[in-house]
């Protein structure tokens, strides 16, 4: 916003303030400084891997975090009970953190690399399959900035997925796919029941998500409000044919599953340390919570303890941690 001096300086106030600079300079042209304040290992694979290290899950992660892996990858790699790289380079993105959200701007169009051919090479070895006859809960994320990801979806389901006997959970994070044609998410969501048929499927949303999805599907959006959200959730289950829709929102999360539906206040923090990641961080509560078998209202809560913690610490939290969280609450 403004700078007087090395040490002395104050952001843009909002995204509100952000947006009207940004119409201001329509026709004209503008400048801003953005002060990087650090480099962190990001995605959603590793965001949600890096809350289920830090609670202590044995996590075995195949993702795109570059050949070598980039150095900002090394710790989380360290981190898993094992780690595969599947793409020459990763993805990047500069995170523009404000009070009320953030605005993140995705350099991904290498992220193509990860086709069906570059799929079926890293599946000969067998390595990954040997993995999911192993697991309680696949989770596969990022569905938006990989350009041929249903295409792969479909290929894991007719070469690893559909072959699987004990019928894991399958959690799927889409990330924002606003930027997305209504026929690739269309097409998409189509392979949603196929992937059912191998094992019950948490579709895992945010509230900007879920009514992107409802306007798709020719329903109305949902208000900012737990029995709203909490009624598209039901919705949404029945239309996709999936097992349960589990949608996080900034002050509370809600789902609707085979038992029911719920929705959980959440630890709301008005001024959070870091926020690119704390939806991702909630999901590595929710996937625990599954391998815990916890009821839906306490997997919620537990995805919401996992949040806030983030949130409040920039860093993901332990199982000691957020029970001592939960205390404060």
Same mark, same amino acid.
């Given at each position: 916003g403004e700078r007087r001096s090395l040490a002395d300086w104050s952001p843009i106030g909002?995204?509100?303030?952000?947006?009207?600079?940004?119409?201001?300079?329509?026709?004209?042209?503008?400048?801003?400084?953005?002060?990087?304040?650090?480099?962190d290992p990001g995605g959603c694979a590793v965001n949600l891997g890096d809350g289920?290290?830090?609670?202590?899950?044995?996590?075995?992660?195949?993702?795109?975090?570059?050949?070598? @892996?980039? &150095?900002?990858? #090394? %710790?989380?790699?360290?981190?898993?009970?094992?780690?595969?790289?599947w793409a020459g380079v990763h993805g990047r993105t500069i995170a523009l953190e404000f009070?009320?959200?953030?605005?993140?701007?995705?350099?991904v169009?290498?992220?193509?690399?990860?086709?069906?051919?570059?799929l079926d090479r890293h599946l000969a070895d067998g390595a990954y399959a040997r993995r999911c006859a192993q697991t309680q809960v696949i989770a596969l994320t990022n569905w938006t900035l990989y350009p041929h990801m249903t295409q792969v979806w479909l290929r894991l389901i007719e070469r690893v997925y559909s072959k699987l006997t004990h019928k894991p959970r399958f959690f799927v994070d889409l @990330?924002? &796919?606003?930027? #997305? %044609?209504?026929?690739d998410i269309s097409a998409m969501l189509a392979v949603l029941p196929q992937l059912q048929k191998c094992g019950p499927v948490t579709l895992g949303v945010n509230g900007n998500e879920g009514n992107v999805l409802a306007r798709i599907l020719g329903m109305d959006p949902a208000a900012d409000e737990p029995a709203a959200?909490?009624?598209?959730?039901?919705?949404?289950?029945?239309?996709?044919?999936?097992?349960?829709?589990?949608?996080?929102?900034?002050?509370?999360?809600a789902a609707a599953g085979a038992t029911g539906g719920a929705a959980v206040p959440g630890p709301w923090c008005e001024k959070p340390l870091k926020s690119t990641g704390a939806g991702d961080r909630y999901n590595s509560g929710t996937v625990l919570g599954h391998c815990l078998k916890l009821g839906l209202a306490e997997r919620l809560a537990l995805g919401n303890l996992a949040s806030g913690f983030f949130v409040r610490n920039a860093r993901s939290g332990t199982a000691a941690a957020l029970a001592a969280f939960a205390k404060t609450l």
């Open positions: 909002g995204i509100p303030a952000f947006g009207a600079w940004v119409n201001g300079a329509a026709g004209r042209s503008a400048l801003r400084e953005v002060v990087i304040s650090r480099v289920l290290n830090a609670m202590g899950v044995a996590l075995h992660a195949f993702a795109t975090l570059g050949d070598p @892996v980039h &150095p900002a990858f #090394r %710790s989380f790699a360290a981190a898993c009970a094992s780690c595969t790289s009070s009320d959200g953030k605005i993140m701007l995705c350099s169009s290498q992220l193509a690399e990860l086709d069906v051919a570059c @990330v924002d &796919p606003t930027a #997305r %044609s209504a026929k959200v909490e009624s598209q959730a039901r919705a949404l289950r029945t239309r996709l044919g999936v097992d349960e829709i589990a949608t996080h929102c900034i002050r509370f999360s």
